[in-house]
C-alpha cells in the first residue's frame, strides 16, 4: 500500500519516517519531493580505459561541487553523473521507498536513476545518490535546490528480519552524505571461494 499525504505526515511527526530538511510544501498527495544536492560525481574519462565492477579505478571519478548562488551544473547530452538529493532519509524497518523522477524535467530528457530506485527498509539516515542522465538532445542546467524527484512509501506486511545494515548483509550504502560511488567491488567475483555476497 503506497501511504498518502496524511500518513506521510503523521509518520514523519511520529519520527518512524526521517525526511530533513523538510517544508511542507514538498509533500505530495502520496509522495514527497526532493531537492538535488550541489556535488556531483563525474567520470574521467581521460584516466581510464574500461570500467570493471570488481576492480573499480581509484580515479574513475572526481568530485564537483557547484558553487555559488546563480551557478548550475550543465549535463551534457548522453553524459551520465552522480547527484545527490539534499534531504536526508531514514526508514524504518517495515518500510521501502521508491526514488522517481519528477515528470516535468522527465519531458525534458533528464532521467534521474538508471536501475536504483529502491530504498530498503530500515535504511539509516543518510541522502540518497542519484543516477543522473540526460537522453536530450540540448545540454540541460541542473540547479542544486531545484525539486528533482519524489518518494513514494509503502508498508512491509511486517518488520524486515534483517533491515539494511544487518550484520549478516554486504549493505554498502550506510550513512552516505554526498554522491558515492559504485561499491561493487565488495561483491564476491564469480568463481571465488569467498563467503557468499548478500547485496
Do not use: C
Amino acid at each position: 500500500m503506497i501511504l498518502s499525504d496524511g500518513t506521510i505526515r503523521k509518520m514523519l511527526a511520529e519520527g518512524r519516517l526521517v525526511i530533513d530538511p523538510l517544508n511542507d510544501e514538498q509533500i505530495q498527495p502520496a509522495s514527497v519531493d526532493v531537492r538535488l544536492g550541489a556535488q556531483f560525481l563525474v567520470f574521467r574519462n581521460h584516466a581510464t580505459s574500461v570500467i570493471d565492477p570488481y576492480d573499480r579505478p581509484r580515479d574513475l571519478m572526481e568530485m564537483v561541487q557547484v558553487d555559488g548562488e546563480g551557478q548550475a551544473f550543465v549535463l551534457h547530452p548522453g553524459e551520465f553523473v552522480l547527484g545527490t538529493t539534499l534531504e536526508e532519509i531514514g526508514l524504518p524497518d517495515d518500510m521501502v521507498a521508491r526514488v522517481e523522477g519528477k515528470s516535468s524535467l522527465g519531458r525534458l530528457g533528464l532521467l534521474i536513476h538508471a536501475t536504483a530506485g529502491f530504498v530498503d527498509p530500515g535504511w539509516p539516515r543518510g541522502q540518497i545518490t542519484l543516477e543522473l542522465s540526460n537522453v536530450a538532445t540540448l545540454p540541460i542546467k541542473l540547479w542544486p535546490g531545484m525539486r528533482i524527484g519524489q518518494l513514494s512509501f509503502q508498508m512491509l506486511d511486517q518488520p524486515a528480519e534483517r533491515p539494511y545494515g544487518h550484520p549478516g548483509l554486504n549493505s554498502k550504502y550506510t550513512n552516505q552524505r554526498g554522491p558515492v560511488a559504485s561499491q561493487y567491488e565488495r561483491n564476491r567475483h564469480p568463481g571465488t571461494t569467498a563467503k557468499d555476497d548478500r547485496g
